[in-house]
């Protein structure tokens, strides 16, 4: 299984630039695609599709989430960070079955 | 709108079965190949089954395979998930979620909680 490392959680300050990365154990990337997918998920709720294939911007979905990388690693990035983004962010790759996700990154405010 | 609504979550022993059952609306089902999707507070989220838009591909983790399937019915909007020979380690939420060309979940619903204890 191809296993996507994450940092646990990530402290910033409102208006700031958060980063979220991802390592994935092999790659993930096709000679075409980047097989990356990011989500987020805040308490109690489903967890929400922000950007896929590393860097397109899933539909309505704030252009201060962003999203690079390729091969084993990949970044989920929101700039300016606001007080509604505060949530779990997780990775998701689909290269190969089974399909896996990160253990999730906790986006906390400074 | 797009909206998916899982419902038959529950209670129930060791060993027996239950079956979950995700209602779709707001998109043209039949197009759209779909998942079910688990989450729990110590493994995480973890992807179980998908199903291709006919039914005709299935695809399962290993864990599940041989007691989970995975079904659908393209006239009811609704799709399933046969869960048997229940194992406490299924004990999780259990959500529906709408799987674009078998790679990322565009939209998913809300959850429906399956808890496995005697």
């Known amino acids: 299984d191809i296993v996507l490392t994450q940092s646990p959680a990530l402290a910033v300050s409102l208006g700031q630039r958060a980063t979220i990365s991802c390592r994935a154990s092999?790659?993930?990337?096709?000679?075409?695609?980047?097989?990356m997918h990011w989500y987020q998920q805040k308490p109690g709720e489903q967890p929400k599709l922000l950007i896929y294939?590393?860097?397109n911007l899933a539909s309505g979905i704030p252009v201060r989430f962003s999203g690079s990388g390729s091969g084993t690693d990949f970044t989920l990035t929101i700039n300016p960070v606001q007080a509604d983004d505060i949530a779990t962010y997780y990775c998701?790759?689909?290269?190969?079955?089974?399909?896996?996700f990160g253990s999730g990154t906790k986006l906390e405010i400074k | 709108e797009v909206q998916l609504v899982e419902s038959g979550g529950g209670l129930v022993q060791p060993g027996r079965s239950l079956k979950l059952s995700c209602a779709a609306s707001?998109?043209?089902?039949?197009?759209?190949?779909m998942a079910w999707v688990r989450q729990t507070p110590t493994k995480g989220l973890e992807w179980v089954a998908s199903?291709?838009?006919?039914?005709?591909?299935?695809y399962y983790r290993d864990s599940v395979k041989g007691r989970f399937t995975i079904s659908r019915d393209n006239a009811k909007n609704t799709q399933y998930l046969q869960m048997d020979s229940l194992r406490s380690e299924d004990t999780a939420t259990y959500y529906c979620?709408?799987?674009?060309?078998?790679?990322?979940?565009?939209?998913w619903g809300q959850g429906v909680m399956v808890t496995v204890s005697s």
């Open positions: 979620a709408r799987h674009l060309y078998g790679s990322y979940f565009d939209y």
């Open positions: 707001g998109f043209t089902f039949s197009n759209y190949g």
């Open positions: 199903i291709s838009t006919g039914g005709g591909n299935t």
């Open positions: 092999q790659s993930v990337s096709t000679s075409s695609y980047n097989l």
């Open positions: 294939d590393a860097s």
């Open positions: 998701q790759q689909s290269r190969e079955l089974p399909l896996t």
